[in-house]
């Protein structure tokens, strides 16, 4: 492709885009595109905003301040889990966890919720202690075991991710800074 097709083809997405109502439609149009021809698009891992000085109506100049690291927001766990796009019954657990810790702000979940938002959209798993048995034997560990409520081993159980789980899923979003402090574990692993 040369660089004249290239800059008329970008044009034509500026302009496509443009037309649209939101950023909300806007952000479908182009995953709809990514997924048409299977391009993988990494996510930022900030917000693209130059620091830079405009001069106001009234002749004071205003400064930019410089661009805040952003995390992508997730309306829905289907979002989530579309962006993430795990291929493995564990990736797609700990998907479902970061959507409850992370995305939802729960600072522990049952296995069963996991499992009921995985079997929802369609991505079961086929045994959800199995996975969350493989993610605490990691090392580091991904995922810890916070309670059990019951005596038989069917009870569900109630886990935490840890800064490493949480790591795993914000690696796989694109997400390559540290994790936010708001999401670490008070005992972070070393």
Same mark, same amino acid.
């Given at each position: ?95 479902? !966890?970061?959507?409850? #810790? ?7 979940? =049952? $296995?069963? %919720?996991?499992?009921? *938002? ?22 580091? !560990?991904?995922?810890? #075991? ?7 081993? =069917? $009870?569900? %159980?109630?886990?935490? *991710? ?29």
């Amino acid at each position: 492709m040369t660089v004249d097709a290239e800059i008329q083809a970008m044009t034509s997405v500026v302009s496509a885009l443009n037309g649209l109502e939101d950023d909300a439609t806007r952000a479908r149009v182009l995953r709809w595109a990514a997924e048409r021809f299977a391009i993988s698009v990494p996510v930022p891992n900030t917000a693209v905003t130059v620091s830079d000085s405009t001069v106001n109506d009234d002749g004071r100049t205003r400064t930019k301040s410089p661009a805040v690291p952003t995390d992508p927001v997730f309306d829905d766990f289907v979002d989530l889990f579309d962006a993430v796009d795990p291929k493995t019954e564990l990736d797609k657990v700990l998907t479902g !966890a970061y959507w409850l #810790q992370a995305v939802n702000a729960q600072p522990s979940w =049952q $296995s069963a %919720k996991v499992n009921n *938002l995985l079997k929802d959209t369609g991505h079961g798993v086929s045994n959800i202690t199995t996975s969350l048995t493989s993610a605490q034997k990691k090392s580091p !560990a991904l995922v810890r #075991q916070m309670a059990k409520s019951g005596r038989a081993a =069917q $009870s569900w %159980k109630t886990y935490k *991710l840890t800064t490493s789980g949480i790591a795993y899923i914000r690696n796989k979003l694109g997400l390559t800074g540290g994790v936010p402090v708001v999401l670490a574990d008070d005992e972070a692993e070393s």
